[in-house]
Antibody
Framework: EVQLVESGGGVVRPGGSLRLSCTTSGFVFGDRGMSWVRQVPGKGLEWVSAINWNGGSRHYADSVRGRFTISRDNARNSLFLEMKSLRAEDTAFYYC???????????WGQGTPVTVSS | SHDLTQPPSVSVSPGQTATVTCSGENLGNKYVCWYQQKPGQSPMLVIYQHSERPSGIPERFSGSTSGNTATLTISGTQAVDEADYYCQAWDISTRVFGGGTKLTVL
């Protein structure tokens, strides 16, 4: 059974930093690209960042480029999102998602909440 | 803001056909996916690569893309299909979502 479990969310002050983790199991982690997606409760989905299977290709939404860094550790079956210079508008639930073979995210975690507030 | 435009809401009677549209530039040249999200749940992939259904997704869900418009069609809509639906366009460097459509089954 494929499982993705996010952790690391919490409350942080504006300008602060946070590191999210996504621990996976049930599939060959090193075979698949991964992404982070966020959602403000009651609002829509926003793609945040993507990384390919070996970490050699990374992409970011304009809203987070230069502040967030995606990475992965294939030996630990884990995905990470380093978030710096956090803003109130970064407040959301953050999901990790697994790339399907032909596009789309076929598995999602349950999300971890991030609140940026003074 | 979203580069993909969806109607905020669509209503359909049980047993009828629901159509959700998604407009964006050159969608025919990107991979279009659709997700269903129910309250309190993570999104679920219902269509990938414009028109393919993942294993376990009912046949009443179908998708198509022509030019700048992608369409999710639910034939014989059931009450259980009431949810938010999001389109997504994949290209080499982005995975943009549409703003979402709330499907109400009246």
């Amino acid at each position: 059974e494929v499982q993705l479990v996010e952790s690391g969310g919490g409350v942080v002050r504006p300008g602060g930093s946070l590191r999210l983790s996504c621990t996976t199991s049930g599939f060959v982690f090193g075979d698949r690209g991964m992404s982070w997606v966020r959602q403000v409760p009651g609002k829509g989905l926003e793609w945040v960042s993507a990384i390919n299977w070996n970490g050699g290709s990374r992409h970011y939404a304009d809203s987070v480029r230069g502040r967030f860094t995606i990475s992965r550790d294939n030996a630990r079956n884990s995905l990470f999102l380093e978030m710096k210079s956090l803003r109130a508008e970064d407040t959301a639930f953050y999901y990790c998602a697994k790339d399907a073979l032909y596009g789309g995210f076929d598995y999602w975690g349950q999300g971890t909440p991030v609140t940026v507030s003074s | 803001s979203h580069d993909l435009t969806q109607p905020p809401s669509v209503s359909v009677s049980p047993g009828q056909t629901a159509t959700v549209t998604c407009s964006g530039e050159n969608l025919g040249n990107k991979y279009v996916c659709w997700y269903q999200q129910k309250p309190g749940q993570s999104p679920m992939l219902v269509i990938y690569q414009h028109s393919e259904r993942p294993s376990g997704i009912p046949e009443r869900f179908s998708g198509s893309t022509s030019g700048n418009t992608a369409t999710l069609t639910i034939s014989g809509t059931q009450a259980v299909d009431e949810a938010d639906y999001y389109c997504q366009a994949w290209d080499i460097s982005t995975r943009v979502f549409g703003g979402g459509t709330k499907l109400t089954v009246l």
